[in-house]
């Protein structure tokens, strides 16, 4: 979810002209502001400002906040049970520890905090509605059903360790397959356990099959994972009796809307409530809600009026925070015989887990919607099914589309094997080329802008692609395997998108800029980061557009009274949403700017005139010349000289701007990998790996690197190591980093990265983001390099992740089939 900039087009004639455009849904003209002049501020590969404080150890976690005077410790006491009932809950001897103040339950917590009801009105999505903390049953293992609160953390520990449960086993249900099959219910207000069911197709579809030279069906399993952010979640919540407010204190990518949810969980208005985000280690989509505990906790401190703090355990995390992933996709597809794609149907079932904090249907719908990816797929139709299961609850986790690319790409290797066909030759056919766009895909969806086949073409000459099949042909004791997957990553997410989804939502963002007398810039949106390097880029994007010098700017972000309301950091939509409208509040700021200085140089009007670098400059015979006037001495007569400001003008420079983005922006990549197999052990190295990539206007081409890099990473280790594993009687087995692998740096490879920007001619500056493409790709090129190096022994792996062991059982399998 990070920022990409970067990208120029010569601005000639005045700095404020602008471009307009309609939106995705055919909603009112949003007029959008073009890129400023380059070699500004805009594209320059500055260091991140945040390193500095982060590296000599002076960040500001919620570790290195104080606890406040009489600040209380909290443990929660959680089910050693996939599903039992509650048949009550013994706290005597807990209580009796010294400092032990109050153990809390969900017949205290849920008088205080109302239920949180997933409802919205969807077509074949059923309703579930959660309490704070279970009362009747537990539906995982690490659902929480008390809080003990002490003086001491040890002593919280302790006590918890005392709390005595009535448990009563129930039957647990750990797989879609037990979902479908038992008469147990997860839910009892949901009957089969099938909380979701949507279908779509085209009207050509059956058509399109009727009239194919082949059919050919793929399955692919994505395995659960979970996030992992170096620094678990924590809260540490105050309540002021006096004033009836209450401050938050927590890691959040979302400040205002967490804010909401909270006050209309707890009854308070917004005003009531400061949430106060400092330094977060990483969020990756599990920081967006107030998930359970940090509503126990803004509870019990209004109910004991004391602060209280929590810090939840890296096992804690790793089994009862969120997750996501697990699916069974099963695609079709009709083509020709020479690999042309006719038609193409999809069959999604996802594991919902136990509880709802999202619209059950929402993350495999995208993956549905969007699925065509970087082709010309006319006729399409999709089945998405989730299900309820005894495990932890699923949310988004960065690229929560991530198996899309995985499935579009092992498709189309898919036909090539079956067609006898190169695989790169299959994609080049049936890719959407320059002369498709603007291209309308199956589901609606718009593209815009888009460069899939020359990332393709560039991916495969930097990777060596022909080279590389040569080598493949010849004899080897290793399985040499190439993966390819071109990417189309969704971005902005618009309120239209939501609408046409039907989900309730905004995908609006808002900014503030303000100039202060002396010249410093204060500027601020709605979004929080999480390691984006946001102080840095979202800098770069109110200095290009206000036309201030970079130094003289700042920006605040992640505090719901300071920051203007909006919709947070997800989706990668920092940068066409956040930076966007920051951009575009300075340009319309730089307007009242110029115009004081046109009176200032007793000028008629702002015509010819700009500022840069915090200077005002005036077009003389086709050059800019430095009037001698600065943004300081401007602000200076806005602030403190108002009679001198032209008629009508109001006193001060100040703007707040409101930017609903198109209903969704697409960028691409294409990522390529060699790897090599050892077929006795299953053991697997990645020899080289390519990106190619269009990011639109890059803010910072060094964040943008570092995003590429680490977003790959993380698709790399989820799709060979990571794995949420649960045994048959639901057991989470995966609750210490001894069986929840990651990927270390001598397990990934060097990355090699190019790219062939193009910005988008419907946001602000061409801006599209990038963030979430790394993984979708490196899930995608990984596994197709793996099944290409396998398919020389007849072998395959449909589902992750592709650890040695699994490739090693996959190669015996085909041994003993052939």
Known sequence: MACALGRHHQLRGGPCTAASIRQADGSAAVS?????????????????????????????????????????????????????????????????????????????????????????????????????????????????????????????????????????????????????????????????????????????????????????ETRFGQHRQTHVPMEPRGVLAIWDAGREHLTMRVGTQAPHPYRSAVAARLGLKEFQITVDSPEMGGGFGQKIIPLREDLCLAAASRLLNRPVRWRETRGENLTAAMMAREEIVTTRAAVSADGRLLGLTCAIEADFGAWAFFPANYMARVVAMILPGPYRVKEYGYDVQVWLTNKCPAGPMRAPMAVTSWIMEGTMDAIARELDLDPLDVRRINSIADADLPFITATGERYDALTPRATLDAAADTLGYDALRAQQAQKRETLLGIGLCTVVESTTYGSAFYRSAGIPGSGHEVATVRVEPSGAVIASCGLMGSGQGYETTLAQAAAAGLGAAFDDLVIQIGN??????????????????????????????????????????????????????????????????????????????????????????EPGLHTVLAFDPPAMTYTNSTHACAVEIEPAT?????????????????????????????????????????????????????????????????????????????????????????????????????????????????????????????????????????
């Open 682 to 818: 299953g053991a697997l190295r990645i020899l080289r790996y390519v990106v190619a990539e269009d990011s639109g206007t890059r803010i910072n081409p060094l964040v943008v690197e570092g995003q590429t890099h680490g977003a790959t990473a993380m698709g790399l280790s989820g799709a060979m190591m990571e794995h949420a594993a649960y045994g048959e009687d639901g057991q989470a087995l995966a609750g210490s980093f001894m069986d929840y692998a990651l990927a270390r740096a001598a397990d990934l490879p060097d990355f090699t990265l190019s790219h062939h920007d193009t910005p988008n001619p419907r946001t602000p500056a061409g801006i599209k983001g990038m963030a979430e493409g790394g993984t979708m790709g490196g899930i995608g090129a990984l596994m197709n390099a793996v099944n290409d190096a396998l398919a020389q022994t007849g072998a395959h792996l449909e589902s992750q992740p592709a650890t040695p062991a699994r490739i090693w059982a996959a190669l015996q399998a085909a041994k003993d089939k052939a």
């Open 32 to 216: 959008v502001p073009p890129p400023p002049e380059p070699g500004g501020v805009l594209g320059r590969p500055l260091r991140r400002r945040e390193d500095r404080r982060l590296l000599m150890g002076q960040g500001r976690f919620l570790d290195d906040i104080a606890a406040p005077p009489g600040c209380l410790h909290a443990v929660f006491v959680r089910s050693p049970h996939p599903h039992a009932r509650i048949g009550g809950i013994d706290s005597d001897a807990a209580r009796g520890v010294a400092g032990v103040v109050a153990v809390l339950t969900g017949r205290e917590l849920n008088a205080l905090v109302a239920p949180l009801r997933m409802a919205p009105p969807i077509e074949g999505l059923l309703p579930m509605e959660m309490p704070v903390l279970p009362v009747e049953a537990a539906r995982l293992v690490g659902d929480p059903v008390a809080l003990v609160l002490a003086e001491t953390r040890i002593a919280a520990e302790d006590a918890a360790e005392l709390v005595q449960v009535a448990w009563d086993p129930l039957p647990a249900i750990a797989s879609i397959a037990q979902a479908k099959e038992a008469a147990a219910l997860v839910d009892p207000a949901v009957p089969g356990n099938r909380v979701s069911h949507q279908v779509f197709a085209t009207q050509g579809l059956d058509a399109a099959f009727a009239r194919a030279d082949r059919v050919v």
């Open 560 to 649: 719901s009274d300071i920051a203007p309301y909006g919709m947070g950091s997800r989706g990668s939509r920092g940068a066409a949403a956040g930076g966007g409208a920051l951009y575009m509040a300075g340009q319309r700021l730089k307007a009242k700017v110029l115009a004081i200085a046109a009176a200032m140089l007793d000028l008629n009007s702002a015509d010819g005139l700009d500022l840069r670098e915090g200077r005002v400059l005036r077009q003389v015979e086709g050059a800019w010349a430095d009037t001698g006037l600065t943004l300081a001495q401007v602000a200076r007569t806005a602030h403190l000289d108002p009679l001198r400001l032209p008629p009508g003008m």
